[in-house]
């Protein structure tokens, strides 16, 4: 019997190898975009919330742009999901004086 690709010690070093390096691991599926005009790579059913969680903004200090709509702050809204291709821009807010 062969091994498969994605058990044992070298598919584990490669699941590593990708988290550490920013890329999705291979065996899971993902979702390619373009967030502020830089592709990046989300897992897939990832939403706009998690997409805000994993780079850290705090979504009250962030305007959101989802394939050229802006996306209105409604708690009781669900998140939209992203799909291969989609165009999202971020907007952050910045306090002065």
């Known amino acids: 019997m062969t091994p498969s690709h994605t ?9 590593a190898s990708a988290a550490r390096s920013g890329l999705p691991d291979s065996t899971a599926r993902a979702v390619i975009l373009t967030v ?22 705090d979504p009250r200090m962030i305007v959101v742009e989802h394939n050229g709509e802006i996306l209105r702050r409604d708690a009781s809204a669900p998140s939209p999901a992203l799909r291969p291709g989609d165009i999202v821009e971020l907007v952050h807010f910045v306090g002065g004086g």
């Open 7 to 15: 058990q044992g010690p070298a598919a584990e070093r490669n699941r």
């Open 36 to 57: 502020n005009g830089d592709r990046r790579t989300v897992a897939d059913g990832a939403t706009i919330a998690d997409l805000l969680r994993e780079l850290d903004l």
